[in-house]
């Protein structure tokens, strides 16, 4: 089975310029997650869907940061403009379903590494 | 809010010691709990969960965990550590009774087993 496909591994930027990264996730994976990790942190939650509408996204600075899951299968997560504080890796997870009683575990992918110079 | 705290940034073990790797965490409903392992530039790979049932959950590469609801904790645990076991450590929540089921992390402890 593949896995959670991101793209690109790795970005460098200049502070105020946009940049998008890709994420595919397993196949039949119904969730889809993008999460923030911070040098010497947790990764925090952005953004959770469901198929392709959100289910949370009270964590996503949505002045700069924005994401779409059409057709419910890919999805992009875009910041524009980025800060130095954006420098992160930036993570890509699904999992079959989430709901009330579902218990199932996310599955990720390698990650795109910013660096906002 | 549900939240997830491990207390020790590094923990430093001996090959072929015991190992332990602590969390506590904070759900308003009932907890699905889970470890997960980082190795550099890598994502994170699942090691194990908690749904329900046996205390003692057994995972990947001989770790097992042991989750008590009466301290509201899961620590991860190992009962003779490799030298291949340095990595990052992440310990999850769910809360099961939130159709929302957000999946939230701690903020990771470094494990660091030395030959």
Redesign the interface.
Known sequence: EAG?AQSPRYKIIEKRQSVAFWCNPISGHATL?W?QQIL??????LI?FQNNGV??DSQLPKDRFSAERLKGVDSTLKIQPAKLEDSAVY?C?SSPR??????T???????T?LTVV | AQS?A?PEDQVNVAEGNPLTVKCTYSVSGNP?L?W?VQYP??????LL?Y?TGDNLVKGSYGFEAEFNKSQTSFHLKKPSALVSDSALY?CAV?D?????????????TRLMVKP
């Open positions: 959670v997650y999460y010497g942190q947790g990764p925090k939650l959770q289910v949370d993570l997870a989430t709901g009330r009683g579902m218990n575990e996310a599955f990720f992918g390698q990650g590494r | 997830v491990q699905y889970f997960y530039n890598r994502g994170l790979q699942f969960k749904i992440f769910r099961m009774d939130n159709a929302g089921n957000m999946l939230t992390f701690g903020g990771g």
